[in-house]
C-alpha cells in the first residue's frame, strides 16, 4: 500500500517535472513569445529588435516610419500583435509618449498589412499591458508631421 | 504638401507628448542615464538564457541520468 502510495507520488512529481522542464525549453527557444507572453503555438515572430536581434521589420507609410521592437504573425488568420519593451516599470500608468507610439505602429501596420485586426501590447519590466487603438489620436498624430517638420528644421 | 522623409515614430511620439520639452531639447535626450539603461533593458530582454531554474534542472537531468547509467 505504502509502496503504491510512493510510485503514484512519484509519477505524480515526474509528470509535473516534465510539464515544467517543458515550458522552460519552450521559453527558451521562444524568448521573445515568452517576453511578451505571445502564444507560440498561434503566432510567428515575424521581426524584433530586442535581445541583439537584427531581423527588426519596419513599418512605414507616406508619412512615418519606425521599428517596432516585435511583430508576431498569427499563422491561422490575418491577425498581428505588436510589441514594444519599456525598461520601466508599469507603475500603474502608460505614458502618453508610450500610448502614442504604440498607436501610430499599430496605424502604420493596419495600413501596411490591410487589416484592422492588431493588437498593440507593450511589455514592461513587471507587466505587459494591451494599448487599444484608437483612430482619431492616431489621425491627431499623423496631423502633428507638418508642425513637426517645421519645428525640426528650426533646428537647423 | 510634399515631404522629403519619414518622421521616426518615436520622435513624433515624443513631439505629441510634450512639444515644448522637444523644442528646449532640439528633439534630443532628456536624460542620458535613462537612455542609457533603456538600452542595456532592450539588448538584455528577449535573450536565450537559463536562470536559476533552467540551471537546476539540468543538474537534476544530470543526476538522474547519471543514476541511471550507473
Same mark, same amino acid.
Given at each position: 500500500?505504502?509502496?503504491?502510495?510512493?510510485?503514484?507520488?512519484?509519477?505524480?512529481? /515526474?509528470?509535473?517535472?516534465?510539464? /515544467?522542464? #517543458?515550458?522552460?525549453?519552450?521559453?527558451? %527557444?521562444?524568448?521573445?513569445?515568452?517576453?511578451?507572453?505571445?502564444?507560440?503555438?498561434?503566432? !510567428?515572430?515575424?521581426?524584433?529588435? #530586442?535581445?541583439?536581434?537584427?531581423?527588426?521589420?519596419?513599418? +512605414?507609410?507616406?508619412?512615418?516610419?519606425?521599428?517596432?521592437? /516585435?511583430?508576431?504573425?498569427?499563422?491561422?488568420? @490575418?491577425?498581428?500583435? *505588436?510589441?514594444?519593451?519599456?525598461?520601466? %516599470?508599469? &507603475?500603474?500608468?502608460?505614458?502618453? $509618449?508610450? +500610448?502614442? !507610439?504604440?498607436?501610430?505602429?499599430? =496605424?502604420?501596420? %493596419?495600413?501596411?498589412?490591410?487589416?484592422?485586426? *492588431?493588437?498593440?501590447? *507593450? +511589455?514592461?519590466?513587471?507587466?505587459?499591458?494591451?494599448?487599444?487603438?484608437?483612430?482619431?489620436?492616431? %489621425?491627431?498624430?499623423?496631423?502633428?508631421?507638418?508642425?513637426?517638420? &517645421? #519645428?525640426?528644421?528650426?533646428?537647423? | 504638401?510634399?515631404?522629403?522623409?519619414?518622421?521616426?515614430?518615436?520622435?513624433?511620439?515624443?513631439?505629441?507628448?510634450?512639444?515644448?520639452?522637444?523644442? @528646449?531639447?532640439? =528633439?534630443?535626450? #532628456?536624460?542620458?542615464?535613462?537612455?542609457?539603461?533603456?538600452?542595456?533593458?532592450?539588448?538584455?530582454?528577449? $535573450?536565450?538564457?537559463? =536562470?536559476?531554474?533552467?540551471?537546476?534542472?539540468?543538474?537534476? *537531468? =544530470?543526476?538522474?541520468?547519471?543514476?541511471?547509467? +550507473?
Amino acid at each position: 500500500m505504502a509502496v503504491n502510495a510512493l510510485i503514484l507520488g512519484i509519477s505524480i512529481f /515526474a509528470l509535473f517535472f516534465i510539464y /515544467a522542464m #517543458v515550458k522552460k525549453v519552450r521559453a527558451w %527557444r521562444y524568448p521573445v513569445h515568452n517576453l511578451f507572453g505571445v502564444n507560440i503555438k498561434r503566432y !510567428q515572430l515575424i521581426g524584433s529588435d #530586442v535581445g541583439g536581434s537584427t531581423n527588426q521589420v519596419t513599418l +512605414r507609410n507616406k508619412l512615418v516610419i519606425g521599428s517596432p521592437d /516585435a511583430l508576431f504573425k498569427c499563422k491561422s488568420a @490575418k491577425k498581428y500583435i *505588436i510589441g514594444e519593451f519599456k525598461s520601466r %516599470r508599469y &507603475r500603474n500608468h502608460v505614458k502618453k $509618449r508610450e +500610448r502614442y !507610439q504604440v498607436i501610430l505602429y499599430t =496605424g502604420v501596420a %493596419r495600413e501596411q498589412y490591410r487589416t484592422n485586426d *492588431i493588437e498593440g501590447v *507593450i +511589455r514592461y519590466k513587471d507587466r505587459t499591458v494591451s494599448v487599444p487603438f484608437c483612430e482619431d489620436t492616431y %489621425r491627431w498624430l499623423l496631423g502633428l508631421v507638418p508642425e513637426y517638420i &517645421r #519645428v525640426e528644421s528650426s533646428f537647423k | 504638401m510634399s515631404y522629403r522623409k519619414r518622421i521616426p515614430i518615436s520622435k513624433l511620439a515624443y513631439y505629441a507628448e510634450d512639444p515644448k520639452l522637444f523644442i @528646449k531639447h532640439r =528633439g534630443g535626450v #532628456v536624460n542620458k542615464v535613462a537612455v542609457r539603461y533603456g538600452n542595456k533593458g532592450h539588448h538584455r530582454a528577449g $535573450r536565450q538564457k537559463l =536562470g536559476l531554474s533552467g540551471v537546476l534542472v539540468l543538474i537534476i *537531468i =544530470g543526476v538522474a541520468l547519471w543514476l541511471l547509467m +550507473r
